[in-house]
């Protein structure tokens, strides 16, 4: 929105060379070739690309749950039974994974384009969660401690994953889009705006640590203890 005239901001697609404003049926993805030149690709040339997976979940084969690294999974999608002669094979396989404790590893094409998953029972259906290409999980590279950590460090640090030992991820809750809201809601004058002032960063990683231990401990109406 322009400030000045609360007028909408519109974005075009405009060419850089014409300086014209382009519509979208006269655009098309190009790729850059090792010489410099553009090679341009048509929505009919990626149409005829070969993708065996465009209608069906190919499994490639069965792993246990915990052979799937975690940093490998990405987006999570509810699979059903399509039709009625589906229904049987479809129960089958929830059951069958979850007796197992293992998890199917698949090919599935999803916007046109080709995506490893991981099939998995959950609360008696098939959730597909599609994982990272191995290729595309970034190496972290040299990213060690940068000190020797403590003996006393490390057991104020249990101390503190012992006061924390419990989430219910069901109650929690995205703060900052609850804060956006009561702005919205205050700006257009529905409502008041509340501010919680910003907790004074800790001094050290001890202190961050000790602070830490008896806010949990406080937070669950236990004696704070030094």
Not at 3 to 16: D, N, S
Not at 57 to 66: A, K, M, P, T
Not at 196 to 206: F, K, Q, S, V
Request: charged fraction near 25%; glycine fraction near 6%.
């Amino acid at each position: 929105m322009h400030v000045a005239c609360g007028g909408r901001i519109r974005h075009r697609r405009v060419c850089e060379l014409e300086n014209v404003e382009v519509q979208q049926t006269d655009i098309a993805r190009a790729w850059e070739a090792p010489d410099g030149r553009q090679v341009i690709l048509r929505d009919t040339d990626l149409e005829a690309l070969p993708l065996p997976t465009k209608h069906v979940i190919e499994v490639l084969g069965f792993v246990r749950s915990e052979e799937v690294d975690p940093i490998l999974y990405s987006r999570p999608y509810w699979i059903g039974a399509s039709g009625a002669g589906a229904q049987r094979p479809y129960a089958l396989l929830v059951e069958a994974l979850a007796r197992s404790g293992r998890v199917a590893i698949c090919k599935v094409a999803i916007r046109s384009r080709e995506r490893l998953a991981a099939l998995r029972p959950r609360h008696g259906m098939l959730l597909l969660q599609t994982l990272l290409w191995p290729e595309e999980v970034r190496d972290p590279g040299d990213l060690s401690s940068p000190a020797p950590l403590t003996d006393r460090e490390l057991a104020m640090a249990e101390v503190l994953m012992d006061a924390l030992a419990g989430v219910d991820i069901d109650q929690l809750h995205d703060e900052y889009t609850a804060a956006l809201n009561s702005l919205i809601d205050a700006k257009a004058g529905h409502g008041e705006l509340t501010v919680t002032p910003e907790p004074a960063p800790a001094i050290d990683l001890m202190a961050a640590l000790e602070e830490s231990v008896r806010a949990a401990k406080r937070s669950r109406g236990e004696d704070s203890v030094d």
